[in-house]
């Protein structure tokens, strides 16, 4: 019994034994993988880490990159602002120097400041301005430069900065022949003696200057007259009327087509053709244009140059260029002659322009506000 029992007690601390290493394995395995774990989770996480601090690194970089290259576009922005304000401001002094056509003023403004004194002429135009400003509608004007030009410069920007396009006439025909064709077809070899304002007399160049001058007009009209906002085409009237060179071209050539015209009605008249508008009849009832080359000679070579449109001229330009000109003759205030449309009789579609002159001489532009 003694024996059997040590054997069953032996064999219970084998047992034990035996269960104590398997536990130990056991645990011995589980630390194992628990360190695995850990050195798993651990390595992950340095790696993170650096991983982290190299990306925070070229963050940062980046952002300073960035930073200047903000820096340095706002810094060039600013300077580029000035540089353009600087070349804006430029360009409008140097526009405003040579703009023949002034912005618009204050119409009582100016009656005031160019008739000061209790003169009897003084008090006449003061009145006439008033009477523009009240029962006209006229608030404001622009004034026009003092030349010799002045009648076709303020007709021609108004046609221009109102965007009225070629007459009927003119987009039948090509303005560009009309030189070829007085020269050639109708052999009307005296336009070699055409004077260009200031330069009168050109000879055997007479025929390329026109051609030019042709050229600027047509270019010009058709650009601007194409051009539907208001704004930009008032900018681009700005431009080309600042240009004397161009101007003198434009001027003209509208000459020109008036010459071009009282050729043809006196052709007419001669061949007993159709009848003629009766403005030629008083043209060529003068004795200083009863015909073409004697208004040519005796009056459009000297435009520009030494004289200004007269009354005839003015029904002519008016004619040839399909508009109502009303001119308001200031020193002809309180007479029937106060107010003169230019041609008398127009057809109804014709666009109407306006001027104002006080003396028959110079003109401005008057405009109108409701």
Known sequence: MQRQHNR????????????????????????????????????TKESLCLMWQKVKVQLMLSMSFLDAVFWYCRRLYSFLAQLLKWWSNYLQTKLLRNLSVLTEVDLLGYSAREWKGETKQAKHMREAYEELFWSCHIKYLRQVRRDNYSAVRAVLFQIFSQGIPFPSWMKERDILKLPEKLLYSQGCNWIQQYGFGPERYTG??????????????????????ATKDQEERGNMCNILFSDESKEHKLYEAIKFIMLYEVVEAYEQIKNREEPVHNLFGLLFAR??????????MNHL??????????QVELFLLGYVLEV??????????????????????YRREWN???????????????LFRT
């Open 301 to 310: 070579n000297s435009i520009g140059d030494s004289i200004c449109l007269d």
């Open 204 to 225: 055997p160049n007479a025929f390329g200057k026109l051609r030019k001058c042709m050229e600027a007009l047509k270019t010009n009209w058709a650009e601007i007259s």
């Open 287 to 296: 004795d200083t244009s009863s015909d073409p080359l004697s208004f040519m």
């Open 352 to 366: 109407e322009i306006s001027l104002l002159t006080e003396d028959d001489r110079y003109y401005h532009i008057p």
């Open 8 to 43: 069953k007690a032996s064999k219970n601390r084998d047992q034990f034994t035996e269960q104590e290493k398997r536990s130990r394995i056991n645990h011995s395995k589980r630390s194992v993988g628990r360190h695995e774990v850990w050195s798993w989770t651990t390595a």
């Open 324 to 345: 109502k000109i009303r001119v308001y003759r200031l020193h002809r205030f309180n007479t029937e002659e106060f107010q003169v449309n230019y041609p008398d009789e």
